[in-house]
Nanobody
Framework: VQLQASGGGLVQTGGSLRLSCAAS????????IGWFRQAPGKERELVAA???????YYASSMKGRGTISRDNAKDTVYLQMNSLKPEDTAVFYC????????????????WGQGTQVTVSS
């Protein structure tokens, strides 16, 4: 499966962005999708994930500010991020694994290219 992440950009503190992860090659319905982010000099970390059965996970840093959702008819997973902070600035990646939630980068098999999110203070 090939993944294409999009929707990043430059926003002010308190703003919102909706990231999209579009799949091709295979139907996304059988895959769990995770959104990771990586800031300069830091490790890649899971921000949110959704299983094929629509179970969700949010990192504490995103809980209450983000919503992950999936539209299997469009083979797309979304991450709506609100109340953005400068510390959210990072490259965001989407990744796929079969069916169940994964919590670390090594648990995901397929990766999209990153999309830059920059939050200005």
């Amino acid at each position: 499966v090939q993944l294409q992440a999009s929707g990043g950009g430059l926003v002010q503190t308190g703003g919102s962005l909706r990231l999209s992860c579009a799949a091709s090659g295979r139907f996304i319905s059988s895959y769990a999708i995770g959104w990771f982010r990586q800031a300069p000099g830091k490790e890649r970390e899971l921000v949110a994930a959704i299983s094929s059965g629509r179970s969700t996970y949010y990192a504490s840093s995103m809980k209450g500010r983000g919503t992950i959702s999936r539209d299997n008819a469009k083979d797309t997973v979304y991450l709506q991020m609100n109340s953005l902070k400068p510390e959210d600035t990072a490259v965001f990646y989407c990744a796929a694994r079969e069916y169940t939630l994964g919590y670390g980068p090594n648990e995901y098999k397929y990766w999209g290219q990153g999309t830059q999110v920059t939050v200005s203070s």
